[in-house]
């Protein structure tokens, strides 16, 4: 146990960010992120409270922040079921 913290994660933090690709990426692998007006994909990431890295996904650019934190936490509950979204 670090920090007096239980060894199990029960709160996280979301970051996810639209990336241009190269012009060698196929198409079929990135889109639009229309209110950024960016071509490329979504990269997203769930770390717990002290910033140790819990769910990882890369996406099209045109998934919604939304349905990727969904995704984020989902992947995250797998191993770590004491996460939970309020």
Known sequence: MKEGRKPEPTAS?????SV?????VPLTSQSTD???KVVGRKRGILTDTIG???A???TA?????NAL???LLDQA???YPNISKS
Do not use: F
């Open 13 to 17: 933090v979301i970051d996810i960010q």
């Open 61 to 65: 650019a045109s998934l919604s922040e």
């Open 52 to 54: 140790l890295i819990l």
């Open 69 to 71: 934190g969904i995704q």
């Open 34 to 36: 229309a209110a950024k």
């Open 77 to 79: 509950k797998k191993t």
């Open 56 to 58: 990882v996904t890369v």
């Open 20 to 24: 241009k690709t190269s012009t060698n």
